[in-house]
């Protein structure tokens, strides 16, 4: 027997015309907690796109381990940013591998609304 489905399928668009790749890459990646763990901006949505090196959160050593994350398209102003926000410890000082503002780790009260952020799919 075959059971026919509805979904629903969101694409990034800008302007009207989906996002490509290449286009995510540019969006300046900003970090999108405050230091005191307050969203900067409004979140769009989560991009299973990975643009290069996922670094984890400092106290993660090996891959297999790392804590679940996403790569997150938000809004500060009228200007679209990414960032990859990481379950886990929030640490508002983080470093990483001398790019500070990048990778960063969400408050626990907050993992829940990141994770349930709509899927947005981007063009090849």
């Known amino acids: 027997m075959i059971t026919t489905a509805v979904v629903e399928v969101k694409a990034l ?3 009207g015309k989906q996002v490509t790749q290449s286009v995510f890459k540019q969006l300046p990646e900003e970090r ?7 969203m900067r901006g409004r979140p769009w949505g ?4 990975h643009p290069g090196r996922c670094t984890p959160p400092p106290d993660t050593t090996v ?10 398209v938000w809004q500060l102003g009228d200007e679209l940013r990414r960032a990859t926000v990481w379950a886990g410890k929030f640490d508002p000082d983080v470093s990483l591998e001398g790019r500070p503002w990048i990778s960063e780790t969400a408050p626990p009260s ?3 609304l990141v994770a349930d952020l709509p899927q947005l799919f981007i063009a090849v």
Do not use: K
């Open 13 to 15: 668009t800008i302007s």
């Open 32 to 38: 999108l907690y405050a230091p005191d763990g307050t």
């Open 46 to 49: 989560r991009v299973n796109f």
């Open 63 to 72: 891959w297999w381990a790392w804590p679940e994350h996403a790569h997150v």
């Open 110 to 112: 907050e993992w829940n």
